[in-house]
Antibody, heavy 121, light 108 residues
Framework: QVQLVQSGADMKKPGASVNVSCTASGYVFTTYYIHWVRQAPGQGFQWMGIINPGGGSTSYGQSFQDRITLTRDTSTSTVHMELRNLRSDDTAVYYC??????????????WGQGTLVTVSS | EIVLTQSPGPLSLSPGERVTVSCRASQSLRDNNLAWYQQKPGQAPRLLIYGASSRATGIPDRFSGSGSGTDFTLTISSLEPEDFAVYFCQQYSFSPLTFGRGTKVEIK
């Protein structure tokens, strides 16, 4: 079945960078856009960015523009999310999600299982 | 950016009761591009409804969505024990994609 499997929880100090990976299976990796969203404790979801696994093009949310990089590895069907210069308010569960169909902005299905990133000194 | 406002706040209900959750957008959503998700503690969200009213694969027909423009509704016709969860909406008409804050449905 279609599945997104993320890397495990991570803990970082303020100012550090974190890398979260998302490995896709059950479909042709290059034909569906992947987004990243996050959910801070007690908060709603926040959209972070999108990558086209086919060509590698990306677009980022304004709040993350200068701190996030999305890349993909087609040989392993994996998308990587790097977030730099971490702050305590980056503590959140990070999700990769697939955009339904071949349109970049659509509903999300499926979701990865989520990766808790804790930023603390 | 589009703001999605959900109401009501947390609901305490009994199995068998009907639930209605509202999601209001700050601008009209093109093509009714609104989805609903269910999230249980410690789990990833699950897609329930897309295009405002289309049920996702495998979703029971007690879940329904309606609305257009700026006002949308998720209805659960008769709560089952497994339906106690948080429900939230998402718009995908405009970038950045945005989400409602969620409505918690808990057992009374």
């Amino acid at each position: 079945q279609v599945q997104l499997v993320q890397s495990g929880a991570d803990m970082k100090k303020p100012g550090a960078s974190v890398n979260v990976s998302c490995t896709a299976s059950g479909y042709v990796f290059t034909t569906y856009y992947i987004h990243w969203v996050r959910q801070a404790p007690g908060q709603g979801f926040q959209w972070m960015g999108i990558i086209n696994p086919g060509g590698g093009s990306t677009s980022y949310g304004q709040s993350f523009q200068d701190r996030i990089t999305l890349t993909r590895d087609t040989s392993t069907s994996t998308v990587h999310m790097e977030l730099r210069n971490l702050r305590s308010d980056d503590t959140a569960v990070y999700y990769c999600v697939r955009s339904f169909g071949d349109y970049p902005f659509n509903w999300f299905d499926p979701w990865g299982q989520g990766t808790l990133v804790t930023v603390s000194s | 950016e589009i703001v999605l406002t959900q109401s009501p706040g947390p609901l305490s209900l009994s199995p068998g009761e009907r639930v209605t959750v509202s999601c209001r957008a700050s601008q009209s959503l093109r093509d009714n591009n609104l989805a609903w998700y269910q999230q249980k503690p410690g789990q990833a969200p699950r897609l329930l409804i897309y295009g405002a009213s289309s049920r996702a694969t495998g979703i029971p027909d007690r879940f329904s969505g309606s609305g257009s423009g700026t006002d949308f509704t998720l209805t659960i016709s008769s709560l089952e024990p497994e339906d106690f969860a948080v429900y939230f909406c998402q718009q995908y008409s405009f970038s950045p994609l945005t989400f409602g804050r969620g409505t918690k449905v808990e057992i009374k």
